[in-house]
């Protein structure tokens, strides 16, 4: 037996620690959207220009634009860290029936839910299967002797709640 793919969230008022676990997911998250394989194991492994991205990473948190765009919602909302599909399964709906399990638990309180994703794909996917459609703020990530001379997208998106708001009243 294999495991095909996972989700990790956090419930509405979930506080991330710098060097927590969670955080550890964003940074692996971003490291597997640029297509550089595996997660890390540890700092000496991630090279010079992940370690970049993971600086610009953590600094996109305090953009004020983000900031602005979370603070009516911060508490209120289920945070998705990551739904990860491992390569040999991409592509056969393991990602869609992950994001049916997510939905369900965030309905099961009726709140609203955030995520945070870098790339191309994962914002489309997680609108598609996931209904983040309630907002969105996206900012480009561009680092000197990366190999994507356009830079990376950071997408912040917001999921409304079951009955329809963007936050549980």
């Known amino acids: 037996n294999k495991i095909l793919g996972h989700a990790v969230m956090f419930p509405p008022g979930t506080v991330l620690q710098p060097g927590s676990s969670g955080e550890m997911c964003t940074f692996c998250h971003l490291m597997c959207c640029k297509g550089l394989g595996e997660p890390p194991i540890g700092k000496g492994k991630i090279g010079e220009i992940g370690a970049k991205r993971f600086k610009a990473f953590e600094a996109m948190f305090s953009n004020q634009d983000i900031k602005k765009f979370r603070a009516p919602h911060e508490g209120k909302f289920w945070k998705l860290e990551v739904v990860a599909v491992d390569t040999t399964a991409r592509g056969k709906g393991v990602g869609k029936v992950l ?13 609203a839910a955030y995520v945070e994703c870098g790339g191309d794909k994962l914002p489309s996917f997680y609108k598609k299967y996931g209904g983040f459609n309630a907002g969105e703020i996206t900012k480009m990530l561009k680092l000197d002797g990366d190999e994507d001379k356009d830079g990376v997208s950071f997408n912040a998106l917001l999921r409304a709640s079951k009955n329809g708001g963007g936050i549980k009243n």
Do not use: L
């Open 99 to 111: 994001m049916k399990g997510v939905q369900h638990i965030i309905d099961q309180d009726g709140s």
